[in-house]
């Protein structure tokens, strides 16, 4: 029995990792076709670079830096305000 339950549970687990996999390449696409999200993504970038100024950063760094920005607009402008309020 133990083992049913071990193989089941694996077997739901490549499912959802295959859920994430192909999520994760619809939402790649969708970016790739959507010149209005990469507007979006390199505005944001671009007061992300301004507000930390010029580091540098590891790979791993630098794709969270990109995850980042493709979130909202206003999502990033609130964590650049507290970012700035910091330094004050």
Request: proline share 0%.
């Amino acid at each position: 029995m133990k083992t049913d339950y071990k193989e089941n549970e694996h077997k739901r687990e490549v499912k959802d990792m295959l859920k994430i996999s192909d999520y994760t390449n619809t939402v790649r696409e969708e970016i790739e076709g959507s010149s209005e999200l990469r507007k979006m993504i390199q505005r944001n970038l671009d007061k992300m670079n301004e507000v930390i100024g010029d580091i540098d950063m590891s790979e791993k760094q630098k794709k969270t830096w990109l995850w980042l920005a493709g979130y909202e607009e206003s999502t990033i402008d609130n964590i650049l305000d507290v970012i700035k309020q910091k330094r004050r």
